[in-house]
């Protein structure tokens, strides 16, 4: 027998993996990173449609939140809502949010396939989508200044505070329990606010705010102390426009030192169903019925549907859901 032995005698038996086992620990491998990837990719879908969801519901909430804090102060003022009112405005009538028809309705709604008279339906970015319906509301604002003294023949008034929020250009209500004047204040410094005649536009055609309204040389009146106060205009419109981006928006006009200016509010509205509730109906009419019947004055409540859609796209196509919120005309409903 040799004296010596070959490489692999006398160390015992080599282990390792066959080929076999390398192949079924290989398909095992895949097997556990296929089910990983697919709850990631379950989670991922989830997420986003939970986000897509959440999107949905801040963009309501704004929506409903700001449309009936308007709807809630529609045709208030701090003063008795009947009283009669001197417009002294340049051509009032010339424009929504100084016409005292519109004041006295104080509540307008516009059928989708009814334009604004002073805006047509278009495809630019901020304009109103055909096809949508749209509100306009009209108020005084909260901010309610005390007059302490009237200088007619100096067309000014003296407020009983200097931080009253109002600037030149501002276009304001006085009352008291005898009457109303809605005009454009002048100049303000401090707790002084002039209300002369001419102005920037629209500007007063006259700087005596009495009734009956006459261009020139007016109506005196005096709004004395201590009870007669000032207000802002608030005069709004809501609709559906184009937002640049290729999808739609909800969108607010507003008045803004004697002009309008428009914002987007929500994204994602595509839709807005409006009707409306007349003082001693049963049930909510649309835009056409109450024109027709010529009772916007006698709305006292709205119900809004908005339709939203959210941007982003899974795979169960985009998130879309119908809200639908009522509010009160609270100054119709006191």
């Known amino acids: 027998m040799s004296r010596y032995r070959t490489p692999l005698q006398g160390y015992g038996r080599v282990s390792g993996l066959s080929l076999i086992e390398l192949m079924i620990a290989m398909v095992l491998g895949l097997l556990v990173v296929g089910a990983a990837i697919g709850i990631f990719m379950s989670n991922r879908q989830t997420y986003r449609a939970t986000e897509s969801l959440a999107r949905v519901q801040e963009n309501a909430r704004t929506a409903f939140e700001l449309m009936a804090r308007d709807v809630r102060e529609a045709g208030g003022n701090p003063c008795v809502n009947t009283l009669p009112v001197a417009n002294v405005l340049n051509a009032p009538a010339t424009r929504w949010w100084t016409n005292l028809t519109e004041w006295g309705a104080a509540v307008r709604g516009y059928r989708s396939d009814e334009a604004f008279p002073d805006a047509a339906f278009g495809s630019g970015a901020g304009d109103r989508v055909n096809g949508t319906e749209a509100i306009q509301l009209l108020s005084g604002d909260d901010n309610v200044v005390t007059i302490s003294a009237h200088n007619t023949g100096g067309t000014q008034f003296t407020l009983n505070r200097a931080n009253h929020g109002f600037a030149a250009g501002d276009l304001l209500m006085a009352c008291n329990s005898r009457q109303a004047s809605i005009f454009q204040a002048t100049a303000v410094g401090g707790v002084n606010i002039t209300h002369a005649s001419g102005g920037a536009s629209p500007g007063n055609c006259t700087g005596n705010l009495g009734l009956p309204v006459q261009c020139g040389a007016g109506t005196v009146f005096a709004f004395s102390a201590p009870n007669s106060v000032l207000v802002k205009l608030h005069s709004t419109r809501w609709y559906i426009g184009n937002n640049g981006r290729g999808g739609l928006s909800l969108y607010q006009s507003r008045l803004q030192n004697g002009a309008i200016v428009s914002q987007e509010v929500a994204e994602g509205v595509r839709t ?26 006698n709305v006292v409540a709205l119900r809004i549907n908005l339709g939203l859609e959210d941007t982003e796209r899974t795979e169960g196509g985009t998130v879309r859901r119908n809200l639908i919120q009522v509010a009160s005309l609270r100054n119709r409903n006191a």
Do not use: F, I, K, P
């Open 272 to 297: 807005m169903q409006v009707t409306y509730l007349v003082r001693g109906d049963n049930a909510y009419s649309t835009a056409q019925a109450v024109t027709t019947n010529n009772a916007w004055a």
